[in-house]
């Protein structure tokens, strides 16, 4: 290098004083992206759920600096190519607090609405150096054709009906917190818990990647929907499926709706927005069925009083809210368990 023609070399970033060392943070994590929960055993979620609560930590700093250096000089790009709210602005803001460099790509300000093809569309992401790639698309399995073809870490934030770990990691976690101030015991886990999902299951990437976190968690699911909304054969995924609500929410520790996506109506699988509403809306009578302490949860966004009865998303035993806050704090640790892991041998 000489004065004329300074280096080009990247700007060596320090390692930020509180970092802790890699393979204490990593517990073991050795995964470079993250596509969905059926990959993942016990143990590496366990890990997510583990490395989370210093991220709520840093959220409830009383400084007022809500951020540490972890992804200080990496780049995460978020390629939305289906509509989100609380998935990307989540991820936004997880990745702000870490400290990243930020880009957000939706479909309709993209190329994309020029045909420009997907791996196009990342490569040339990547000739701009991202670090993280956080993707929604409609065709399932896009996040796993991505993470075979590209070196950015790729994070699946829902691809069409097959999963959205992430949703399933933070729902994990909100149960898992209450599940150890009700029984006053911080290593309690999910073992036995019976969570009920109810709704559209065929059509649901939450419903998916909900049953492969908690069933291997230990607990035991139930769903429950009208019979042309349930996958024929899911039985085989180790739950227990009904079309009775009042036999879902017998013995419940956990009551999960799911949202109707009103325009199956149009495919005759609802017979009408009303049935459903009869059959199977978690509401005050319903919920008369489930214990006292049964956990009120919805993915969102939130059909009110079709699903899901306004009052009772609103009400005391609601975690919608806490389900988004700690949304943030698992995505932090997600990247930053993704960020740290080994590098492919060369
Ligand atoms: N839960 C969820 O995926 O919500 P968004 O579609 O708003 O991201």
């Not at 990496?74 to 289906?82: P, Q």
């Not at 991505?146 to 070196?151: P, S, V």
């Not at 999902?197 to 492969?212: E, F, M, P, Q």
């Not at 009303?274 to 969102?300: K, T, W």
Request: hydrophobic share 40%; net charge neutral.
């Amino acid at each position: 290098m000489n004065a004329e023609h300074p280096s080009i070399e990247p700007v060596a970033v320090a390692a930020p004083k509180d970092r802790a060392p890699a393979e204490k943070v990593r517990g073991g994590w050795t995964r470079r992206h993250l596509v969905g929960i059926e990959d993942l055993s016990r143990e590496e979620i366990e890990t997510v759920l583990d490395v989370a609560p210093q991220f709520i930590a840093v959220q409830q700093r009383g400084s007022g600096i809500k951020k540490v250096p972890l992804l200080q000089g990496r780049l995460v790009v978020n390629l939305f190519l289906e509509p989100s709210t609380r998935t990307r602005v989540s991820f936004e803001l997880a990745a702000k607090r870490l400290s990243a460099d930020t880009l957000t790509v939706t479909a309709s300000a993209s190329s994309v609405v020029k045909g420009e093809s997907l791996h196009d569309t990342l490569a040339n992401i990547e000739a701009m150096h991202s670090d993280i790639v956080v993707i929604r698309h409609a065709y399932s399995g896009s996040a796993q054709i991505l993470a075979e073809r590209h070196a950015s870490h790729i994070i699946n934030a829902g691809d069409g009906s097959h999963e959205h770990p992430t949703q399933a990691l933070l729902d994990a976690f909100t149960i898992r917190q209450h599940v150890r101030k009700y029984r006053e015991d911080p290593n309690a886990g999910l073992d036995g818990l019976r969570v009920a999902i109810i709704g559209d299951i065929t059509h649901s990437r939450v419903a998916r990647s909900n049953i492969w976190c908690l069933t291997k968690l230990g607990a035991k699911v139930v769903l429950c929907g009208p019979r042309t909304l349930m996958p024929a054969g899911i039985e085989r995924m180790g739950v227990e499926v009904t079309s009775s609500l009042q036999e879902a929410l017998r013995g419940a520790d956990v009551v999960y709706a799911l949202r109707i996506q009103v325009e199956r109506q149009a495919s005759c699988l609802l017979p009408s927005i009303r049935e459903y509403i009869r059959l199977y809306r978690v509401d005050s009578d319903s919920l008369r069925n489930a214990p006292e302490h049964a956990l009120i949860m919805h993915p969102g966004p939130i059909n009110r009083d079709i699903e899901l009865a306004a009052d009772i998303a609103d009400g005391a035993r609601s975690v919608i809210l806490e389900q988004v806050s700690n949304g943030v704090a698992v995505r932090m640790a997600i990247m930053h368990l993704l960020a740290n892991s080994p590098r492919p041998a060369a």
